[in-house]
């Protein structure tokens, strides 16, 4: 496009920007701002002209001056040349200058110090220094309000960061400890984890430390682990919560060829209109009755309940659990936990204040996806996102690619990566029907085989269920394997001790799909405010 057509365009877009704000702005004289547009850009549009002139004649002077004809008519060629292409420059940047007041005018409605110059040259006021005197101060107030924009953002992300490095270091002392625990869970003939094995009394020993006030009790409840620290100093007692697969091991507590689709729900008594899953019900109702028994938990000190994995969604079963009994819960912290509900209240999730610290790719988080009835479990809490720039590079793993070298079938629910994360989203287009089996390109009989398919409904079906039922556990079992090698408890507390992993903190819902809980926060929030005993008189009451 020509400079003229630009000018004419950029004159266009400061007029109209003139127009609104001679309107929007209560000017004293409207007419006058609109006036003074059109002059000013036609006097400044004549004065480049009057200037490309006068360059062009002293040049042409210059030359005529010189020699040879052949030589003088080269030398200005090129001289004219570079003239020309110095007064594009200029002017291109003469129209990013008027399309930036433009911009400045646009903002003047509701602007109290643009509305007072727009007041001054409206009215024609000084003379014509003062005037683009004027001009420049709009340029340097809109500068000023994008390096004060820019300068903000840069204050709220490094305060972000500094909350988050803060939270960080509180919450890394329970989780150094929490693989201390899991150091005994190994067990002695420690064949699968690289954890060295640590005997209960080691454990609490090294929980405990040189730390006055502080004590600690190791309990073992057939596979799971508990340690429970009371530090009589600051009134406070932590629960530390290891869940293992099998004995004399700890490569994940997590059953993933069970626990995936359809897991059995159930409820509780003690913890209203709240949907649980069935097992982590169990083992959390077995712990609590353990733990005030045999254990010095005691409701009068505050309470933090901690678990990697499994130990994690239980720990949070736990803390609802605990709450309805009279303990103060503090704060309940997971390490790359399942979900465990399918929604509960709100101010059931305000009394355990559920912190989730979430390794970036951690398949174990989205997991199980949906209950006995169909409805979709779901996680609650404020979420901790460690990213770690070197996550991508350690998985590695051979490709797992679903594929016939017979007839040319893949599956396009198998991942094509072990670096892809094992989502939910994934493990619905493996497990969906017929649309997800394709046929590729570069197959010679692609058409016969698609007619000879169609043609027979019933061996295609048979085909897909057989493909299905090979293909989830091979998906099953590359996700497993991943998680061992890199999200284990051990793996989150390396992460944590690095300085150099990347931060996100965040709401629940503002990273991870809460469900039911979202919808529920939408209909309270709507309703009226109301009391604390109102709330738990409505509670109580039934449907009707």
Not at 13 to 34: M, P, Q, T, V
Request: proline share 4%; hydrophobic share 35%; glycine share 6%.
């Amino acid at each position: 496009m020509s400079l003229r057509l630009e000018s004419i365009r950029a004159y266009r877009e400061l007029y109209r920007a003139a127009s609104r704000s001679a309107r929007e702005c209560a000017l004293y004289n409207s007419s006058g701002l609109l006036s003074y547009v059109s002059q000013r850009f036609g006097q400044e549009a004549d004065k480049q002209n009057r200037q490309l002139e006068n360059a062009l004649r002293a040049l042409e002077r210059h030359f005529s001056d010189q020699g040879r004809k052949k030589r003088r008519c080269a030398g200005a060629g090129r001289a004219q040349a570079k003239l020309l292409e110095r007064y594009q420059r200029h002017i291109s940047m003469e129209i990013d200058r008027t399309r930036i007041l433009a911009k400045a005018l646009y903002m003047a409605p509701g602007n109290v110090q643009l509305t007072s110059v727009l007041q001054v040259l409206s009215a024609g006021a000084g003379n014509r220094s003062y005037q683009q005197m004027m001009e420049s101060s709009i340029l340097s107030f809109l500068e000023h309000e994008t390096k004060k924009t820019s300068r903000s953002e840069v204050a709220e992300d490094m305060t972000s960061e500094r909350q988050n490095r803060i939270m960080l270091q509180a919450l890394l002392p329970y989780a150094e400890r929490l693989l201390l625990v899991h150091r005994t869970a190994v067990g002695e003939q420690n064949r699968v984890s690289s954890l060295i094995y640590l005997t209960p009394w080691q454990v609490t020993d090294s929980i405990v430390g040189n730390r006055s006030g502080v004590s600690a009790v190791h309990l073992r409840l057939g596979r799971d682990h508990l340690v429970v620290e009371v530090d009589e100093t600051y009134n406070k007692q932590v629960v530390y919560i290891c869940c293992t697969r099998q004995d004399g091991g700890d490569s994940g507590s997590y059953e993933w060829t069970q626990e995936v689709e359809r897991v059995e729900i159930s409820e509780s008594e003690e913890v209203q209109k709240t949907m649980f899953h069935s097992q982590y019900l169990l083992m959390a109702t077995r712990i609590c009755d353990a733990l005030l028994h045999d254990s010095p938990l005691h409701p009068t000190r505050s309470t933090v309940v901690i678990g990697h994995a499994v130990g994690g969604a239980v720990g949070l079963v736990l803390s609802l659990l605990l709450t309805q009994r009279g303990f103060e819960v503090s704060n309940t912290i997971s390490l790359g936990a399942p979900k465990s509900l399918q929604g509960t209240l709100e101010r059931y999730v305000a009394a355990i204040n559920p912190i989730r610290v979430v390794l970036a790719g951690d398949p174990l988080v989205e997991l199980p996806i949906t209950g006995a009835e169909g409805a979709p479990f779901v996680h609650i809490g404020e979420i901790l996102l460690l990213s770690p720039a070197n996550l991508s590079s350690d998985s590695s793993a051979p490709a797992d690619t679903s594929e016939s070298e017979a007839d040319g079938k893949v599956i396009c629910g198998a991942p094509s990566s072990p670096d892809d994360a094992f989502t939910a989203k994934s493990l619905s287009a493996m497990m969906a029907d017929s649309d997800d089996v394709t046929f590729t390109s570069d197959c010679a009989d692609a058409p016969s085989a698609a007619i000879s398919v169609s043609s027979s409904k019933v061996g295609e079906a048979y085909a897909e269920e057989d493909s299905d039922e090979e293909g989830l556990p091979e998906i099953l079992r590359v996700a497993a394997q991943r998680y061992s090698g890199h999200f284990l408890v051990e793996h989150y507390v390396r992460h944590l001790q690095d300085p150099s992993v990347e931060l996100t903190y965040a709401e629940g819902d503002e990273v991870w799909d809460e469900g039911d809980y979202e919808k529920l926060k939408r209909s309270s929030a709507r309703e009226p405010p109301i009391t604390s005993e109102e709330r738990r008189i409505r509670d109580l009451r039934g449907p009707l």
